[in-house]
Structure formats: structure tokens, C-alpha cells
């Protein structure tokens, strides 16, 4: 990382000795990236971050036709989308039926399907790989967002488009990644592409490096903490509902909605108690409105909290945690007037 604010300051673009140093800390950083991706370096699209990312890979796909997408992706999809999605539902667990999507992809003549790997705010994972196989067999082009999972779980395969964020992964905020496989019909609807912040790269593939080398363990110890977790709230906090599925989930986010209480005063109990939680998706938890993904869910909306674990999170944090919402929980319907409905 020394190296490369020392040299990364300059256009790698360029020819002067200092230029050709930081082309050279670009190329290792993005072959590092490619490796975690499972996609050959000239795939990749920098850009600032994954929610632009996801605008690009629907943007640019070369047909005017219909979006295919579930009910719970990133807003991102949704917005880029606007005018001709086609939505699949999703369950109580807010996973997609790879059934009802495949007849979409066949119904619909669409320009691409879109499909998270897992979802990003109740973590449950999505069948990628039966979504790719009907969509391969319809020639549809699939964009999988991976923002949540990479670093965490096996990169899917069977894709045309993927996305990741090196935040997500513990990586420097502002920039994400377009994979986009050759053969694939997409064209960068960018006017030009943005220069490159040749640090912020290197950081982001150190990072990536480093998590994907611990993931399997690192998996299991936060997969038990979610799971104390999961378990802990419904047995100390009723009229609790902890969303998404139990198993079949990424290992690090726990979600739950509190009955008669406010999402947003929960938000702010908890953070005077020293955690940082928040409320539905980050890029639409400042709107106030329902999450759309729990409403496509089916499940309560109200008083929503979502938790993501993190590498530097331990045993004891989780048992203060759970010792803390409780507390918190039962003053807000106090003074809510609502104890003991």
C-alpha cells in the first residue's frame, strides 16, 4: 500500500517512469481482482462503487427489451429497470422460485435477467445456478449481483454480467466492479471511462486477497454468531420476527422487525448503546419508507433492524447485543404506551 500512494498518484495511462510503476501496481491489482471474480482480467469494468455497477451492467446491454428480476433486488435494478420489468415474487424467506423465473425468461423475450447472489438486506441466497441454466438455454444474458457474497461464498458461475463492491468486502469505499464475460452483447454506456484511482484499486485487491484466504473460517465463526443471534432475540424480545432464511443465508447479516415499535428510535437506542445497525438497504434507509424487500417478503415491516457482522466481531459483543436490545426494545413500547398488548 506504501507503494502505492507513492507512485499510484500518477496516470497510469501514461509513459514517464513514475506512470509506468503505477500501470504496473494496476495490473497485479487487477489480475488479483480477476482471480477473485473467477473472470479474466480484460472482463472487468472499474467504476465507483457497486450501486453504479448495477446501473451499468442493465444500461448497457445491447436490447431494448424487458428486465426479468426478482422482487427483492438492489435498488439499483430496480431504478435502471424502470419502464419494462418484468418481476418474479419471491417467499417468505425472500428467495426467488427458479421455476417462475425460468417462464419469465422464456414468456417475456427479455433483454437480460438480473438475480443477486444473495440478498443484500435479509441474506438469503438465491438459486443462481438454476437461473443461469434457464436463462443460458433461452440466450438471455444473466447479471448477478455479488456484492454481498464475494469474499463471503463461491463466486456462482453460468453468468454474463457480475458485479462486486470492495467495500462490501472490507476493501476502500468507491470502487466496485462490472464483469462482463466476452461474447456478452454490452457496450459501457459511460461517455468515457473515469481515470483511476490507482491506491484505491490496490487496497481493494489486498482486501479481497485477504478475505478470500480466511473465508471458510471466517464463514463459520460469524455463521455461528448469527445464529446466537437469531436465536437469542426471539427468546428474550416478543412479538420479535427474525427474517430471511436460517440456513441458507450468507453468514454475516441477521434482520429482524420489532411489533410496535419505530425502526428509526430503535436505530437510535441501539446506537447510544454503541452499535451501529441500520434499518432496510443502506441506499434507501434515508427515504423512511418500508423496505421493499420485506414487503415483498410478506413479513413485518415495522420497527426493522438489519445487523451485519464484521471480522472484528466477538463473542462478547454479541452478548452485550443481545443483552441490549431487549432493554432498548422494552423502554420504546413503554413510552410508547403500547406494553402488554
Known amino acids: 500500500m506504501r507503494a502505492a500512494f507513492e507512485v499510484g498518484w500518477a496516470d497510469p495511462g501514461k509513459l514517464y517512469p513514475v506512470a509506468r510503476q503505477s500501470r504496473q501496481l494496476l495490473d497485479a491489482s ?6 477473485a471474480l473467477g473472470a479474466h482480467r480484460d472482463e472487468l469494468h472499474l467504476t465507483a462503487g457497486g450501486t453504479e455497477a448495477a446501473h451499468l451492467a442493465i444500461d448497457g446491454v445491447q436490447h431494448t427489451g424487458a428486465v426479468v428480476h426478482s422482487a427483492v433486488e438492489h435498488s439499483a435494478v430496480i431504478k435502471a429497470a424502470n419502464g419494462r420489468a418484468h418481476v418474479v415474487p419471491v417467499d417468505l ?15 417475456t423475450d427479455p433483454a437480460v435477467a438480473a438475480l443477486q447472489s444473495a440478498n443484500h438486506e435479509v441474506g438469503t441466497t438465491q438459486p443462481v445456478a438454476e437461473v443461469a441454466a434457464a436463462c443460458r438455454e433461452a440466450g438471455v444474458p444473466l447479471y448477478v449481483d455479488a456484492a454481498q457474497s464475494v469474499g463471503r461464498q463461491a463466486v456462482p458461475g453460468g453468468w454474463s454480467l457480475l458485479s462486486a463492491s470492495a467495500r462490501k468486502w472490507g476493501g476502500p469505499a468507491g470502487v466496485g ?15 468515457m471511462a473515469p481515470p483511476v484511482n490507482v491506491p484505491l484499486v ?11 484466504a480466511e473465508a471458510e473460517a471466517e464463514s463459520r465463526r460469524l455463521g455461528a454468531l448469527v445464529d446466537r443471534v437469531r436465536a437469542g432475540l426471539v427468546a428474550a424480545v416478543t412479538d420479535i420476527e427474525v427474517v430471511g432464511d ?46 421493499h424487500v420485506l414487503a415483498a417478503m410478506g413479513v413485518l415491516t415495522h420497527g426493522n433492524v438489519r445487523v451485519s457482522l464484521h471480522r472484528e466481531t466477538t463473542d462478547d459483543e454479541v452478548d452485550r447485543f443481545l443483552a441490549v436490545v431487549p432493554r432498548v426494545v422494552d423502554r420504546l413500547r413503554a413510552e410508547a404506551g403500547v406494553v402488554g398488548l
Do not use: Q
Not at 30 to 35: P, T
Not at 205 to 210: E, F, I
Not at 269 to 286: I, K, N, Q
Open 177 to 191: 466492479v462490472l464483469v462482463v464475460r466476452k461474447g456478452t452483447r454490452w457496450a459501457d454506456p459511460r461517455p
Open 93 to 107: 424467506y425472500g428467495r426467488v422460485d427458479a421455476d417462475a423465473f425460468a417462464t419469465a425468461v422464456r414468456t
Open 246 to 291: 436460517p440456513v441458507d443465508r450468507l453468514p454475516h447479516i441477521v434482520t429482524f422487525s420489532c411489533l410496535y415499535v419505530d425502526g428509526e428510535a430503535l436505530l437510535h437506542g441501539l446506537a447510544r448503546e454503541g452499535f451501529a445497525v441500520s434499518s432496510g438497504s443502506a441506499c434507501t434507509a434515508d427515504t423512511l419508507r418500508p423496505s
Open 202 to 212: 490496490v487496497g481493494a485487491a489486498a482486501a479481497v486477497r485477504a478475505v478470500v
Open 30 to 35: 487487477l489480475e488479483v481482482l480477476a482471480e
